[in-house]
């Protein structure tokens, strides 16, 4: 019994973060996705650096900028302890912007290339049959990169779903509340309880397993 809960607990809340991420990673991403694909503006490379710079930086690096930014003194940090009277670090909140952030990139790195590769002929079509741009990329440019998109959002999911690092800096690793399937396999693994880690790594292979095979049916559909 207390196995099972060791288990489920750290599995349920690792699936709850990762697709709060992901719902916000696709929407935000999607948007970020199409202004780099088909906008052309000053500072497009400042921009194009700063959504890679989380896949590069160690995630102990993002993690303490978030700390920074998330902290009581920080500008959201501040702004959310006045609203609601209390700090953002270390609750699932804590962890969900820091899997936000760190999967982000992956989204729209994805995307971007999906829509580039849109025909811009069609699009252009659309817009002389009288559609506005907003409805071109709703109803043509998506969906003609929607494999892409779909993997995007796979591949955020999965990265949130393994997220470490950051959350571990910003989250903390506490049992019950903040404590992932990657902190509970680090913890597990630091007090030498080999069985739940084992376990705990062969159920996030089977997830990976699973979110990438899925991922292949959808893209042959």
């Keep these: 019994m207390e196995t099972l809960q060791s288990v489920m607990i750290p599995l349920m809340l690792t699936l709850k973060i990762a697709s709060i991420s992901t719902v916000f990673v696709t929407i935000l991403g999607i948007f970020i996705a199409y202004m780099l694909a088909k906008r052309e503006f000053t500072g497009k490379w400042l921009a194009e650096v ?6 590069v930086l160690p995630p102990t690096v993002t993690g ?3 700390v920074l930014v998330l902290g009581k003194n920080g500008i959201f940090g501040s702004i959310f302890t006045k609203i609601t009277g209390s700090g953002i670090l270390f609750t699932w909140q804590a962890a969900v912007i820091a899997a936000f952030v760190v999967s982000l990139p992956m989204m729209i790195k994805t995307a971007t290339s999906a829509i ?3 025909d811009r002929n069609v699009e252009e079509a659309a817009c002389v049959l009288g559609r506005s741009e907003f409805e071109t990329a709703l109803y043509i440019t998506l969906p003609l990169a929607k494999k892409g998109i779909v993997a995007g959002c796979v591949l955020s999911f999965a990265r949130a779903v393994g997220e470490f690092g950051a959350t571990l800096m910003v ?3 506490i049992q019950g509340r903040t404590s992932t399937m990657p902190l509970s396999i ?3 693994y630091q007090t030498g309880n080999d069985e739940l880690a084992n376990l705990l790594v062969l ?3 089977v997830i990976s397993f699973i979110t990438i095979a899925a991922t292949g049916k959808l893209g042959e559909r």
């Excluded at 700063?50 to 896949?55: E, R």
Aim: net charge neutral; hydrophobic share 60%; charged share 0%.
């Design 50 to 55: 700063l959504v890679t710079l989380p896949l």
């Design 64 to 66: 303490y900028i978030l």
């Design 116 to 118: 580039g590769a849109v």
């Design 171 to 173: 989250a903390g690793n």
């Design 186 to 188: 680090y913890g597990a």
């Design 203 to 205: 159920i996030l292979v």
